[in-house]
């Protein structure tokens, strides 16, 4: 069974720094396309970033461009987002997810399976 399991969420002030991890196991990590998508209270679930099985493909939403990097360890089967210069309007529930396919990576209906999420929270 597919599994997607977020990590490293918590609480930082802003113009903090925060990393989640999501750990990926029974299936082939390496030829999935992965991405991090946001969800706040009351709005739609966002793209964030994403990166091609290969790492050698990445996308940033505007809104987070410059300041969140998106990288995987295809032997751990693990793709991180480092988080840095925060803002408290990145609060959010951030999950990951997995896609077969790249063409729409930054729709969440590109993807095929998806983490539980974790809880980031910026304020002072």
């Known amino acids: 069974q597919v599994q997607l399991v977020e990590s490293g969420g918590g609480l930082v002030q802003p113009g903090g720094s925060l990393r989640v991890s999501c750990a990926a196991s029974a299936f082939t990590f390496s030829i999935y396309h992965m991405g991090w998508f946001r969800q706040a209270p009351g709005k739609e679930r966002q793209f964030v970033a994403s990166i091609s099985g290969s790492g050698g493909t990445i996308d940033y939403a505007d809104s987070v461009k410059g300041r969140f990097t998106i990288s995987r360890d295809n032997a751990k089967s693990t793709v991180y987002l480092q988080m840095n210069s925060l803002k408290p309007e990145d609060t959010a529930v951030y999950y990951c997810?997995?896609?077969?396919?790249?063409?729409?990576?930054?729709?969440?209906?590109?993807?095929?399976?998806w983490g539980q999420g974790t809880q980031v929270t910026v304020s002072s």
């Open positions: 997810a997995a896609a077969f396919t790249w063409q729409r990576s930054r729709s969440v209906g590109n993807y095929n399976h």
